[in-house]
């Protein structure tokens, strides 16, 4: 009795969770997808006489050392750092849930060295071969996507993998197989379906990471390099001006914050939903 | 016996696979580090001369197996752009980092560890969902982000400790440790939460269980239940987490040193990445690739103690 209790009411939570999480990450890709088109000052237009001035209605975030107005700086920087994750996240998540269906689905020989080789991956955290593969392919923003899908795709890889072989023996599966369904059907048309209450998760972690991974390499100047902007770089722009414009550093960090908190609430919600 | 064999004989291969892709990555990089260091005006001459004092002019296989031969024994090479030993560039960046290290992990299970059994028992749907969003909110905060926070309220406004000012450990080894504390703290909290979460996920998941039911109705209370059975089918996974935590401290404690300036490996890599210092980078990475490692092994140790039953049977973190 007790249990079926918990169960609902987390379910409850769970509903408002997602309902929350759905909230903040829409607004962040609707303000990512404005900033896309329109920003209310040109991001890189300098104004000798508004240099670090303070929020106000002007200048919602204030203006940084040279004037430019940070609201539509950060605009563009989200732009970049949530395309950077979404696209990290498509190419990583699919290359490793691929591989992991393949591996799950068929076993064997190839399932076992994949596995052994993306459980000893996954054991690093993804920064260390993502800033290998970008110190050779050197920094830019097509250069931290490549860097960043590969370093993920071990962790989806795995997560696919189990979520694919738990699938494998049910009764759905042999009774697709059964009525003649080729292989690439029932993985996709018939399991994947199924395994979304794992790879869903798992993207919206992905996505999170892809994000603070960005951002972190961006801050240590080998990531997305100006002028393309990014959160990551505009927060180590900021850290020089702490004491002189403390909200430089406070929207680059709050929208992160923002963006990250959003997907992890979603994959919350989801994951109980 | 033979699966602590087997267990050292793969760390090894691992060990030796790492190294050796990270040796080849270094050869795929387009320059020629004695060309990059000499740079564009120097004679064809005299770039051939620091291409023999380097090495660089034998084969790819003979450069592997002759620094792979002098890590085994101790003897790390020479930095291309500093011209010295690595070990020498290496030992003084060792202390800040594994301080920063060891103090984030000790605060990651000191308060880690009891958060995340207190807030087992909750079951309030309203405190549910509250509690869901803070450990969410927290999980969230970037640690580099917290960084530059924890430098501006405590340092910029505070004066607690000055930014970018690191005593030297050797000198004042107080106040070395005092500057290191708010790198540890920035990223241990977001660690702190999930570890919490971690934890508390087990235990919850067990608390179900009609062992505990049992034991309960043989008249231990909830608290002897929870000590005495749970926790020990509990604890496995989140000591697998932690040392999947200490891993990513190495990740992110890379970017955390650069937000403290601290004087630490996670700096001397991102700066010998830029140089394209490869000895160095090699032996940095192959140390932290060892570290992360033996954390895993250590932690498989840790599990056998908490329940020897486990022994010969797969971890399943």
Known sequence: MRNRIAVRSGGRAGRVLLILGLVLTLSVLLFTLIGAFYTPYDPTEMNGLEKLSPPSLSHLFGTDKFGRDIFSRVMKGTLTTVSVALFTVALGGAAGSLLGAVAGYYGGAADAILMRLSDTLTAFPAMLPALLIISLLGPGKYHVVLALSLAFVPSFTRVSRAAFAGERQKPYVTAARLQGASDPRVLLLHMLPNTRRVLLPAVTIGFSNAVLAEAGMSYLGIGVTPPDASLGYMLSEAQGLLSAAPWYALACGGVLLVAVLGVGLLGEGLKHA | ?317
């Open chain 2, 1 to 317: 016996m033979k699966t602590l064999l087997k267990k050292t004989a793969s760390l090894l291969l691992t060990l030796l696979l790492t190294s050796f892709l990270v040796f080849l990555a270094f050869e795929l990089i387009d320059g020629d580090p004695a060309r990059t260091m000499l740079g564009d005006q120097a004679t064809e001459q005299r770039v051939q001369a620091l291409q023999a004092e380097l090495g660089l002019d034998k084969p790819f296989f003979t450069r592997y197996i002759g620094w792979l031969g002098g890590f085994v024994t101790g003897d790390f090479g020479v930095s291309f752009s500093y011209r010295q030993p690595v070990w020498e560039i290496l030992a003084p960046k060792l202390g800040p980092t594994a301080v920063t290290g060891a103090l984030a992990f000790l605060l990651i299970t000191v308060c880690g560890l009891p958060l995340g059994l207190f807030s087992a028992h909750w079951k309030h749907p309203a405190v549910l969902a509250v509690r869901t969003f803070f450990e969410q909110l927290i999980m969230a905060v970037p640690p580099f982000v917290l960084g530059i926070g924890l430098s501006w309220g405590f340092g910029v406004v505070l004066h607690a400790f000055t930014p970018g000012d690191f005593p030297a450990l050797s000198e004042d080894p107080l106040g070395a440790v005092r500057y290191l504390f708010f790198a540890a703290l920035a990223l241990a909290v977001p660690r702190i939460a999930m570890t919490a979460r971690m934890l508390r996920m087990s235990v919850s998941g067990e608390l179900g269980r009609d062992y505990v039911r049992a034991s309960m109705a043989r008249g231990a209370t909830r608290r002897q239940a929870l000590t005495r059975h749970v926790l020990k089918n509990a604890l496995p996974a989140t000591v697998a987490f932690l040392a999947q935590t200490m891993a990513e401290l190495v990740g992110s404690g890379v970017i955390v040193e650069q937000v403290f300036g601290v004087p630490g490996v996670g700096r001397l890599l991102v700066a010998s990445i830029g140089n394209r210092d490869y000895p160095v980078v090699c032996t940095v990475i192959v140390m932290l690739a060892f570290f992360v490692l033996v954390s895993g092994a250590l932690a498989d140790a840790v599990n056998l103690m908490i329940d020897p039953g486990r022994r010969g049977g797969k971890s399943h973190a």
